[in-house]
Nanobody, 114 residues
Framework: QVQLVESGGGLVQPGESLRLSCEAS????????MGWYRQALGKQRELVAI???????RYAASVKGRFTISRDNAKNTVYLQMNSLKPEDTSVYYC????????WGQGTQVTVSS
């Protein structure tokens, strides 16, 4: 079955960086659109970034220029490099795979606070 396992969350100070990873299994990873979403407390889940199998990317306006999504098809892994983090980036970040339907990871907490 499809599994998405995230890692890399944590507590950082404003201006610092984090890299999230999501390892996928149970799907033909190289052709699947992968993405990162986030959900802050009391808010709806929102798109952060997506990447196609051909490495075309799209970003939310709030993270463009600070975050970079990438994938390594040989490792079945998608990454989210987050730079210049702000307190408003504090959320649970979820890995997403679109393969017939949406699949979700368990989520990883990112907290940006001084």
């Amino acid at each position: 079955q499809v599994q998405l396992v995230e890692s890399g969350g944590g507590l950082v100070q404003p201006g610092e960086s984090l890299r999230l990873s999501c390892e996928a299994s149970g799907m033909p990873f190289s052709v699947v659109v992968m993405g990162w979403y986030r959900q802050a407390l009391g808010k709806q889940r929102e798109l952060v970034a997506i990447i196609t199998g051909g490495h075309t990317t799209r970003y939310a306006a709030s993270v463009k220029g600070r975050f970079t999504i990438s994938r390594d098809n040989a490792k079945n892994t998608v990454y989210l490099q987050m730079n210049s983090l702000k307190p408003e980036d504090t959320s649970v970040y979820y890995c997403n795979a679109k393969w017939g339907k949406d699949y979700w990871g368990q989520g990883t907490q990112v907290t940006v606070s001084s």
